[in-house]
């Protein structure tokens, strides 16, 4: 039966509702299908992933060229997929949504904007511009329905201070974003609290420094768990240790530990 784009935002709300669930982020069509087959309900892209798969670093692609990866994802799975739309490619908010609209029509059931700036010596976005945003975002959704994630990246630049990060998520929330995110975060402590903070709202916690397993995010409360760039960081580790043997000591043992060829053929067949 055929799944429409609509089918799958619809779904994907319903994911938020209840329970916590994995979020993977595949780098290409390949991997989307691969986790599709893995029983995965729904993926989200990574903007690191899909940078290193056509040779630019994180945060150094297009809008153009994450467009036409979100519209390739979309069409290849017949699963949501959320989109990684960094800071909406823009400063300003009408610019902001004007990508977002452009997002939209990539076929996504979610996309989330963030509040960095890039800049280390300022990192995130003023109060003000970065509501802003998130409310231009909304705007530029309208009913298409389309999950916006609000996104604060204050842990991941260093401005370690949880009342900043639970103000910042509050305040998305109040702009329109169906679901938060603040990437960073380490303790079980911290967790519960912006969970408690932002409900009855959705989290969305990056698995990473809190080693937590999905049982005990969800005990936490966390809704959704995504893994950014580590499922591309495991694929490269394995792809460099190989070639980096070969190149160095000439043998090819890491070959060995390769995934069967046969098993890919079957799963994609």
């Not at 039966?1 to 069509?29: Q, Y």
């Not at 992933?49 to 994802?73: M, P, R, S, Y």
């Not at 609209?101 to 904007?113: D, F, H, M, Q």
């Not at 090819?252 to 890919?264: I, Q, R, V």
């Amino acid at each position: 039966m055929h799944v429409t784009t609509a089918d799958k935002r619809a779904s994907f709300k319903k994911l938020h509702e209840s329970g916590c669930f994995i979020l993977p982020n595949p780098v290409d069509i390949g991997s989307a299908k691969a986790l599709q087959h893995l029983g995965f309900k729904a993926l989200a892209s990574s903007s690191a992933g899909f940078a290193w798969t056509i040779g630019k670093a994180d945060n150094h692609v297009t809008v153009e060229d994450v467009c036409q990866h979100l519209a390739a994802l979309s069409s290849a799975v017949d699963i949501p997929v959320n989109a990684d739309f960094e800071g909406g490619f823009a400063v300003e908010a009408d610019r902001v949504a004007d990508n977002v609209e452009r997002c939209v029509r990539t076929g996504v059931a979610g996309l989330s904007i963030e509040d960095s700036t890039g800049d280390k010596h300022n990192p995130i976005y003023e109060s003000a511009l970065a509501v802003e945003r998130i409310k231009a975002s909304r705007r530029a959704i309208g009913d298409s329905g389309v999950l916006l994630v609000g996104r604060c990246e204050a842990f991941l630049w260093g401005v370690t201070d949880l009342k900043f990060v639970i103000d910042r998520l509050t305040a998305y929330a109040d702009a329109g974003a169906d679901c938060l995110y603040a990437p960073g975060l380490k303790t079980r402590e911290d967790i519960a609290a912006v969970v408690k903070a932002v409900a009855p709202k959705p989290f969305n916690l990056l698995i990473g420094a809190s080693g937590l397993s999905l049982q005990e995010a969800g005990d936490l409360g966390v809704r959704r768990i995504s893994v950014g760039g580590s499922l591309a960081r495991a694929a490269w580790g394995g792809f460099m240790r190989a070639a980096k043997e070969m190149a160095e000591k000439g043998t090819f043992t890491e070959l060995g530990s390769g995934y069967p060829g046969g098993e890919l053929n079957k799963m994609f067949s």
